[in-house]
């Protein structure tokens, strides 16, 4: 049961492009969307959330873009730099009552070629 | 800058026996979470905690799981009799509050493989 996709499993871009990392869900009683970053051998790192309420959230050089009718949302980095390269994972929140766990896509391993 | 912990960094342990996973989660951090990874899949959400009962599980989390806060520091995961698929990196995450307005930190995740 994939409620949220994350279609693309590699994204190469140049060093100083951007990168465009997609997400879609299915579920629509999702209430936040957001964007976790993880290197080899680590936990996963918070990046950037949005609520559904939004359909943009800006921190520095990464945007989240959401679009509640077509049920997807997608993270923007630019400038792309080195060490941005990692896997970045959509997640997806509920506040369907209690302490909610996050329903995560695949994820998306981004490579930032020099 | 405060972090989850957690402990050993990698177990190998023998199908049918116990193992307990630990963690030691942000200080002042009230909701606390499991979640696995088993290679090349997800991150899926086991359980949650809070004000020492569990909030929420997912249908992964069968009577072979349980969660306890022993103290006041330490979340522990025990599987009572592993299986080979329970090979997995399991991370254990806390939050100050709940939902996506509130972020979840991760810890760097326990490898554990059950042969």
């Known amino acids: 049961d994939q409620q949220v996709k994350q279609n693309s499993p590699s994204l190469s871009v140049q060093e100083g492009r951007i990168s465009i990392l997609n997400c879609d869900y299915t579920?629509?009683?999702?209430?936040?969307f957001l964007w976790y970053k993880k290197y080899p051998a680590e936990g996963p790192t918070f990046l950037i959330s949005?609520?559904?309420?939004?359909d943009k959230n800006e921190d520095g050089r990464f945007t989240v873009f959401l679009n509640k009718s077509a049920k997807h949302l997608s993270l923007h980095i630019v400038p792309s730099q080195p060490g941005d390269s990692a896997v970045y994972f959509c997640?997806?929140?509920?506040?369907?009552?209690?302490?909610?766990?996050?329903?995560f896509g695949k994820g998306t391993h981004l490579i930032i070629q020099p | 800058e405060p972090e989850v912990t957690q402990t050993p960094s990698h177990q190998v342990t023998q199908m049918g026996q116990e193992v307990i996973l630990r963690c030691v989660p942000i200080?002042?951090?009230?909701?606390f979470y499991w979640y696995r990874q088993i290679l090349g899949q997800k991150v899926e959400f086991l359980v949650s905690?809070?004000?020492?009962?569990?909030?929420?599980k997912s249908e992964i989390f069968d009577d072979q799981f349980s969660v306890e806060r022993p103290d006041g520091s330490n979340f522990t995961l025990k599987i009572r009799s592993t299986k080979l698929e329970d090979s997995a990196m399991y991370f254990c995450?806390?939050?100050?509050?709940?939902?996506?307005?509130?972020?979840?930190?991760f810890g760097p995740g326990t490898r554990l493989t059950v042969t």
């Open positions: 995450a806390s939050s100050y509050g709940t939902g996506g307005a509130y972020e979840q930190y």
């Open positions: 579920n629509s009683m999702f209430d936040y």
């Open positions: 949005i609520s559904s309420i939004k």
């Open positions: 997640a997806a929140s509920w506040a369907g009552g209690g302490a909610d766990g996050l329903t």
């Open positions: 200080s002042n951090h009230l909701y």
């Open positions: 905690f809070y004000n020492n009962e569990i909030s929420e």
